[in-house]
């Protein structure tokens, strides 16, 4: 009998009625398993639709796994785009799913992720089989062998380096997984690749990536690279009207990546890493800085059937919400830019990042990393120019990052976050809110007291006092954040602020 295993949302009519349009929407959103093949696929591949009969959706391909089916090599759903209900959901299952594309279970294992999510390891992988079908070392080996195929087509790398690479214990674990996933061996796998995917290699530098990044279009990448040519730091961000590139502190050490768009208008992602075990961290971070897993379709279709919004999504089809590709880094920006321009804070991180950032050789002339939590929490005070108080809340909260005594992380629960960062001193709702938008990607945040959203809510005819506009905007739930980002670009001052409205009644304290 037809089913659907555990995924959320859409009806299996629904589902079915994409699978048989062939559309591409969906695809990363969920898999089809097809009981008479044995193999799954995504909702676009263009095999013939099976009977409803024989047909399972699951929410992840490690489901499908577990079920034991195998990759299509027709359409190979791990190269699609990742699915933007982790995003969407703030459960423990979307908490859980960001952490894994993160790495975590790699570096921490089961025991470190479960600790992150307040879990035992029992319970959560309990939780996570009944919710996604798949528990986390399955959900993780998914992961691996995402990683791996990006790396044999998107690399010359040897086997052997793809293996360890992507996390696995040994060449033949990795064979066998790849085998097993793709149905096909790794070799025969990397050979596909100048037809199938049209992939550049960068092989002349060790350590040197170029790899295709999917997304759900439209994708408005000009407001992205505009909006961080407004915030670049010199010797940290590099930005132009058509790319965007910047180093980045990882777990083996430093990293260097640049995103911009190809003539094919796909964005591709060329990276230098001291170790290759970082691609897919890297990866999950550059997709949640270009916000790159959303369902703009999805959210225009939504904004739009508001007639006061439709001129915004008709004007930038396809906005998406710029995220954060530290968490502990944008904590500290957003505190440096509350409640002066985004110029001015520019400045001040920028003079920041090159007393406090430390200087790093083979990742361009005068390339360093943004400064730690702890040489902020030492030596910021030295640096930092402003009200006192204002000083003293951004060295405490960096001190608070560096000894653990406040966590930030892509996978903290949302309200628990905010809970936290209100706590500490300095850190007002408007900081709290844009943090948990940035980081966690919450596609539901507002801001009414920002100076920029209430100018462009007053441009778009919409209310200008922060209780009745936050008030209008509830029946945009649960798009907020890209509400936000419309009202941001409609502002006729200048280009989107990161700063809330001054202190005054109007302002939500």
């Not at 959706?57 to 209900?85: D, I, M, N, Q, V």
Request: contains cysteine; proline residues 7%.
């Amino acid at each position: 009998m037809s089913s659907i295993a555990a995924v959320p949302s859409m009806t299996f009519d629904e589902r079915y009625r994409a699978i048989d349009s062939r559309d591409s929407r969906f695809d990363g959103q969920f898999v089809t398993a097809v009981r008479s093949t044995g193999i799954y696929c995504r909702p676009s591949c263009p095999a013939r639709t099976p009977k409803p009969v024989n047909v399972t959706f699951y929410p992840t391909s490690a489901a499908a796994h577990e079920a034991g089916y195998r990759a299509c090599k027709r359409c190979l759903p791990e190269a699609a785009p990742g699915s933007p209900h982790w995003n969407l959901r703030g459960d423990t299952a979307g908490r859980a799913m960001r952490l894994i594309a993160d790495g975590v279970v790699e570096r921490e294992g089961v025991p470190g992720l479960a600790r992150r999510l307040g879990y035992s390891s029992r319970h959560l992988t309990r939780l996570l089989t009944a919710e996604l079908g798949a528990g986390p070392l399955a959900l993780a080996r998914a992961q691996r062998a995402h990683t791996a195929r990006m790396l044999l087509v998107g690399t010359d790398l040897s086997a052997a380096d793809v293996a360890y690479s992507a996390g696995f214990s040994s060449v033949r674990q990795f064979n066998d997984t790849v085998r097993e996933v793709f149905g096909m061996p790794p070799l025969e796998l990397r050979a596909r690749r100048p037809q199938r995917w049209g992939v550049e290699t960068s092989a002349d530098v060790p350590g040197a990536l170029d790899l295709v990044l999917p997304h759900r279009g439209p994708l408005d990448a000009t407001g992205l690279f505009a909006w961080m040519s407004a915030r670049a730091l010199a010797g940290i961000e590099v930005a132009g009207p058509a790319s965007f590139a910047r180093t980045l502190r990882l777990e083996g050490g430093p990293a260097w990546f640049e995103l911009r768009l190809d003539d094919a208008g796909r964005v591709r992602l060329r990276a230098r890493l001291t170790q290759l075990s970082d691609l897919s961290s890297l990866v999950a971070r550059a997709r949640r800085l270009f916000d790159l897993d959303a369902d703009p379709i999805a959210i225009d279709d939504a904004l739009a059937r508001h007639p006061e919004l439709a001129p915004l999504v008709a004007r930038t089809p396809g906005i998406r919400v710029p995220g954060a590709a530290d968490p502990h880094e944008m904590l500290i920006r957003a505190m440096v830019g509350q409640q002066i321009t985004v110029a001015a804070a520019r400045t001040a991180l920028t003079t920041l990042a090159a007393a406090l950032g430390e200087e790093i050789a083979g990742f361009g002339e005068h390339a360093r990393l943004f400064p730690t939590m702890a040489a902020i929490a030492e030596h910021g005070a030295a640096v930092l120019r402003g009200p006192a108080a204002r000083t003293r809340a951004i060295t405490g909260a960096a001190a608070a990052l560096a000894n653990g005594t406040l966590t930030l992380s892509t996978g903290d629960d949302g309200a628990a976050q905010r809970d936290a960062l209100l706590a500490m001193p300095g850190i007002g709702p408007w900081t709290a809110d844009y943090v948990r938008m940035r980081v966690l990607g919450d596609p539901d945040v507002f801001l009414p007291g920002d100076v920029a959203v209430r100018s462009g809510a007053v441009a778009s005819g919409l209310p200008a006092d922060p209780k009745a506009l936050a008030a209008w905007t509830i029946r945009t739930a649960p798009w907020r954040s890209y509400l936000t980002a419309h009202l941001w670009r409609a502002a006729p001052v200048a280009r989107p602020s990161t700063r809330p409205a001054p202190r005054t009644k109007a302002t939500v304290s």
